[in-house]
């Protein structure tokens, strides 16, 4: 199994855990209208508050009484079958399927180094989730199809844009929206939701086209580097399956020492 990282949760965050940082703080952080009113501004501009979102994340399960694994479990894991995915370390290393490694290059010895394992509990929502590539096609499988455990109205939710994002002219996309979790825009014509992820010696790329119910996911186990390859593979696959002529083709591999928008986005 390889670990996936919410976007959202590292956009500011990084490896400081949201519990460590507000115990340092000498002031409360409110769930009130002044705090969702900040948070739909910054939001508005693109400008994420990774940290606000963590603690928001933290404070609703406390409110509803559930820890937030139980929630996800409860409401799309089991009724999925992702019998893979998991929340913390804990959970995934006492899990049936073998968790796979992180590695990471050693300058100074000329080869790959094992990376440790890492807590990234304090990384939720999405952030302390441990999954495969299996269990996250499933995933996927239901949005294309907009199938249950959703109403209609939900994967219509899921697919609507909250903001526009900040891009690049010699991109192979239109502009990009965001909403929910999901990147918009089009590619070759065709509606595109893509989202990315990465941890200290992790990387996921996923990737879903609903006009033809096509989807990529990829995950690996380097950190950046990984989702470069990872970006390259997913592009040639979803342009074989538009049957997109030679000619017409958007070169990734070229642009891979130059990151894209998602791959900015992780880090």
Not at 78 to 83: C, E, H, K, N, S
Not at 138 to 158: G, T
Not at 202 to 207: D, E, I, R, T
């Amino acid at each position: 199994m390889l670990k996936l990282r919410n976007l959202i949760a590292s956009l500011t965050i990084g490896y400081f855990t949201f519990r460590g940082v507000t115990a340092q703080l000498n002031v409360r952080i409110p769930l009130n209208k002044e705090f969702d009113n900040f948070a739909t501004e910054t939001l508005d501009n693109w400008k994420v508050p990774g940290l606000s979102i963590a603690v928001d994340r933290w404070q609703r399960s406390l409110r509803k009484g559930k820890w937030l694994r139980d929630v996800l479990k409860e409401l799309i894991w089991v009724p999925l079958d992702m019998d893979s995915t998991l929340f913390d370390l804990q959970d995934a290393s006492h899990a049936p399927n073998q968790l796979a490694s992180g590695y990471y290059w050693d300058i100074k010895e000329g080869k790959y180094g094992e990376a440790p394992f890492i807590n990234v509990t304090e990384l939720s929502g999405a952030g302390a989730i441990f999954s495969n590539v299996l269990d996250f096609a499933k995933w996927v499988k239901c949005l294309l199809h907009e199938a249950a455990p959703f109403f209609k109205e939900v994967h219509r939710d899921i697919k609507s844009s909250r903001m526009i994002e900040p891009t690049q002219l010699d991109e192979p996309s239109d502009m990009v929206t965001y909403g929910l979790g999901w990147h918009h825009s089009l590619f070759k014509g065709h509606a595109i939701y893509t989202h990315s992820g990465g941890v200290h010696t992790y990387g996921a790329q996923v990737y879903w086209l609903p006009s033809i119910r096509y989807g990529v996911v990829a995950f690996a186990n380097t950190a950046l580097t990984s989702n470069a390859v990872e970006e390259i593979l997913a592009c040639n696959l979803m342009q074989d399956r538009l049957k997109i002529p030679e000619n017409e083709r958007s070169d990734v591999k070229s642009k891979s020492d130059t990151p894209s928008t998602v791959l900015r986005n992780i880090y």
